[in-house]
């Protein structure tokens, strides 16, 4: 078993930044790749960025691959996601997720997840 938990989500003027966490405990020798979704309220959920434990490869979503940066801190078993230049519709619950397959082909669709953390929260406005 794996537990996710999220952290560093808040509330941020447009144009600020934030950095999430999101630290794993439990049964982590594995080198799956963890994923980081969003979900706004009445959409659907969208996958971000995924990036490999064992090496530093990462992949983005065309859609903020300019302002976000996945990154991972393996001594810790966390992994980051820098989010900059906010705008009021990244308002969403930021969630991770540890892929059940070796590779991130594919994670946008959020399927082959075999955990997830329960999200934090993060709201951009005046």
């Known amino acids: 078993q794996v537990q996710l938990v999220e952290s560093g989500g808040g509330l941020v003027q447009p144009g600020g930044s934030l950095r999430l966490s999101c630290a794993a405990s439990?049964?982590?020798?594995?080198?799956?790749?963890v994923v980081w979704f969003r979900q706004a309220p009445g959409k659907d959920r969208e996958g971000l960025a995924c990036?490999?434990?064992?090496?530093?490869?990462?992949l983005y979503t065309d859609s903020v691959a300019d302002r976000f940066t996945i990154s991972r801190d393996g001594a810790e078993n966390t992994v980051y996601l820098q989010v900059n230049d906010l705008r009021p519709e990244d308002t969403a619950v930021y969630y991770c997720?540890?892929?059940?397959?070796?590779?991130?082909?594919?994670?946008?669709?959020?399927?082959?997840?075999?955990?997830w953390g329960r999200g934090t929260q993060v709201t951009v406005s005046t």
């Open positions: 439990g049964d982590t020798a594995d080198w799956y790749p």
């Open positions: 997720a540890r892929r059940k397959s070796p590779v991130c082909a594919g994670y946008t669709s959020g399927d082959e997840i075999a955990y």
């Open positions: 990036i490999y434990r064992r090496y530093n490869g990462k």
